[in-house]
């Protein structure tokens, strides 16, 4: 069983930069393909972003590259999302996910999620 708890969400202005946390809870932490997702009113969830359990590959959205970065730190148990040039259409409630499978990057793979945290980027 994993626990994650997503924060730093907040308004920030078109252009500006901002990270996430996600902190999980349990001792295997390390083990889990790691994701971010986001979901804007109206729409369906999509994947943003995942890293794999020792970090070292890492899957993007196409609209995110060179902008977003994913990261992990297995010692502190988080995950985080580096965000930059922000645009309002990145404006939305993003979720951290923990999958078991070394590639992830679908809703269905992912077996925990955090509550979300809001993202409301300002034109």
């Known amino acids: 069983q994993v626990q994650l708890v997503e924060s730093g969400g907040r308004l920030v202005q078109a252009g500006g930069s901002l990270r996430l946390s996600c902190a999980a809870s349990?001792?295997?932490?390390?083990?889990?393909?790691m994701g971010w997702f986001r979901q804007a009113p109206g729409k369906e969830r999509e994947f943003v972003l995942a890293?794999?359990?020792?970090?070292?590959?890492?899957y993007y959205k196409d609209s995110v590259k060179g902008r977003f970065t994913i990261s992990r730190d297995n010692a502190k148990n988080t995950v985080y999302l580096q965000m930059s040039s922000l645009k309002p259409e990145d404006t939305a409630v993003y979720y951290c996910?923990?999958?078991?499978?070394?590639?992830?990057?679908?809703?269905?793979?992912?077996?925990?999620w955090g509550q979300g945290t809001q993202v409301t980027v300002s034109s």
């Open positions: 996910a923990a999958a078991t499978l070394p590639i992830a990057t679908l809703t269905s793979q992912y077996v925990y």
């Open positions: 349990g001792r295997t932490f390390s083990s889990y393909t």
């Open positions: 890293i794999t359990w020792s970090g070292g590959s890492t």
